[in-house]
C-alpha cells in the first residue's frame, strides 16, 4: 500500500541518508495549536485516551489502575467541561483491565482500548464496550463487555483505535522504527471466545523534525493515539510530536490510510501526548497528555477550501506559530548537508539503540 511518511524509513536509515519525497504543498486544513485548557484535578494523572462530544464536553479514560486509586480493579473515566472542570467526579465501571490506551464512542457506547502491553508478551488484548448515555451520564448501565482480540503474528504494545462508522475496530501499533501494523477482528466479536485479528494496513512513519515528547526523536514514529469523527468523514492518528488527518469514505478505514494525509500538524511539546479526538464540529482536533495538570490543547479546523468566505491567497506555511512547532507541519524535504547527514546517523543509532528499551522508560508496569 502506499506508506504514509514525510521520508521513507528505508533500510532503517533512509531519512537520513537519501532526500525525502515532499508533502503535496500544505493543504491549510488547521490553524496553529493553542492550549484550551489544563485539568487541575490531581486525580487525573495519567489519561490516555480522549473523546469530544458534540456538547463541547469531554469524556477521558485514565490508563490502568493508576493512583489516587491503588489496587483498583475498575475502569476510570472523567466528564469534563470544555474548560477541563470535572463533571460528577469519577466514574467507575467495575472491570479489572489490563492497560487501557484509548477511548471511542458511538451509538451512546463507550468502548475502551485495553491494548496495552509495554513487554509484548500478552497473550491477547481486549476490548471493552458499556453503554453511556451523554443526556443521562448518572443512568444505571449495564455490565461491560469484554471482547478479546489474538494478533496473527504474536504480541505487539498499541495505543491506538479507530473506530469505524459502521462499528469495526482496528487497532494501530505502536512500532518504535515507525512500522505501524493496522489489525482488525478477522470476524464478528464475541464475548464467549477470543476472535483473531488480521492485519490489513502498513504505515510507514518517519521523522517530521518537530521537537517534543518523553523520549526523544524516536518519539515521532510512535502511535500514542487515534480518532474517528462523529460524522465519519475523517479519522486521524497521533504520534508524541505531530497529528495526521486522513478523509475517510463509508467505513473504508484501510483505504483511507492508503492516501496521503490532509494534514500534518505539528504539535506543542507535551510530557507524554496520547491521545486525540475530533471536537464537536468533527473537523478540529483535541489532544491531551499524561501528568498532573495536563493541557488539552486545541487545533482549530480552517474554512473547507470550498467555503467562499475562505481566502485562496493565504499561505499557511507562512505562519508564524507553525515555524515555531505548532500548526501544519512544514513539507520541505530533508536537508542533506553533510552536518544534517552526520547527525541523522547518530539520530538513527539512537532508534535502534532505544528498541529494547523503550518499553521500559514509558510508565513502566508490571504485567
Not at 463533571?87 to 463507550?110: K, M, S, Y
Not at 449495564?142 to 469505524?164: I, K, Q, T
Not at 478477522?186 to 512513519?205: G, P
Request: glycine share 10%; aromatic share 6%; with cysteine.
Amino acid at each position: 500500500m502506499h506508506p504514509v511518511r514525510v521520508g521513507i524509513l528505508a533500510l532503517g536509515m533512509g531519512p537520513v541518508l537519501f532526500p525525502a519525497p515532499a508533502w503535496s504543498a500544505p493543504s491549510g486544513d488547521y490553524g496553529s495549536a493553542a492550549v484550551q485548557c489544563t485539568i487541575t484535578d490531581p486525580a487525573i494523572d495519567e489519561l490516555s485516551g480522549l473523546v469530544g462530544l458534540a456538547s463541547g464536553e469531554m469524556l477521558l479514560v485514565e490508563d490502568s489502575t493508576p493512583e489516587p486509586h491503588p489496587g483498583s480493579t475498575s475502569i476510570l473515566m472523567y466528564r469534563l467541561d470544555a474548560g477541563c472542570a470535572v463533571l460528577g467526579g469519577v466514574v467507575e465501571f467495575d472491570q479489572d483491565p489490563r492497560d487501557i490506551e484509548d477511548l471511542a464512542f458511538q451509538d451512546n457506547t463507550l468502548w475502551f482500548a485495553d491494548i496495552g502491553d509495554n513487554g509484548a508478551d500478552r497473550a491477547n488484548v481486549a476490548l471493552i464496550s458499556v453503554a453511556y448515555d451523554p443526556g443521562d451520564p448518572a443512568a444505571q448501565t449495564l455490565a461491560p463487555v469484554v471482547y478479546r482480540l489474538g494478533y496473527p503474528d504474536g504480541p505487539h504494545d498499541a495505543e491506538a483505535l479507530l473506530l469505524a462508522p459502521d462499528g469495526t475496530p482496528y487497532v494501530v501499533i505502536k512500532d518504535p522504527l515507525g512500522r505501524s501494523g493496522v489489525y482488525r477482528p478477522a470476524r464478528q466479536l464475541d464475548a464467549s471466545a477470543e476472535v483473531a485479528m488480521e492485519k490489513v494496513a502498513d504505515l510507514e512513519f518517519s521523522m517530521t523534525g518537530t521537537p517534543g515528547g518523553p523520549i526523544g526523536r524516536t518519539g515521532q514514529l510512535l502511535v500514542t493515539g487515534g480518532a474517528v469523527a462523529a460524522d465519519g468523514r475523517h479519522l486521524a492518528l497521533r504520534t508524541y510530536t505531530d497529528a495526521y488527518v486522513w478523509s475517510l469514505t463509508g467505513s473504508d478505514v484501510p483505504g483511507a490510510l492508503q492516501a496521503e494525509p490532509l494534514a500534518v500538524v505539528a504539535l506543542p511539546d507535551a510530557p507524554q501526548g496520547e491521545a486525540i479526538s475530533f471536537a464537536a464540529d468533527s473537523r478540529s482536533l483535541i489532544l491531551g497528555s499524561e501528568g498532573v495538570d495536563s493541557v488539552i490543547t486545541a487545533v482549530p479546523a480552517t474554512p473547507a477550501t470550498d467555503d467562499p468566505t475562505a481566502d485562496p491567497t493565504t499561505d499557511p506555511v507562512a505562519d508564524p506559530a507553525a515555524e515555531s512547532g505548532s500548526g501544519t507541519a512544514s513539507t520541505d524535504a530533508f536537508d542533506t548537508s553533510p552536518a544534517t547527514v552526520t547527525a541523522g546517523l547518530i539520530a538513527v543509532a539512537v532508534v535502534f539503540a532505544v528498541v529494547w528499551l523503550i518499553r521500559r522508560r514509558i510508565r513502566r508496569k508490571g504485567t
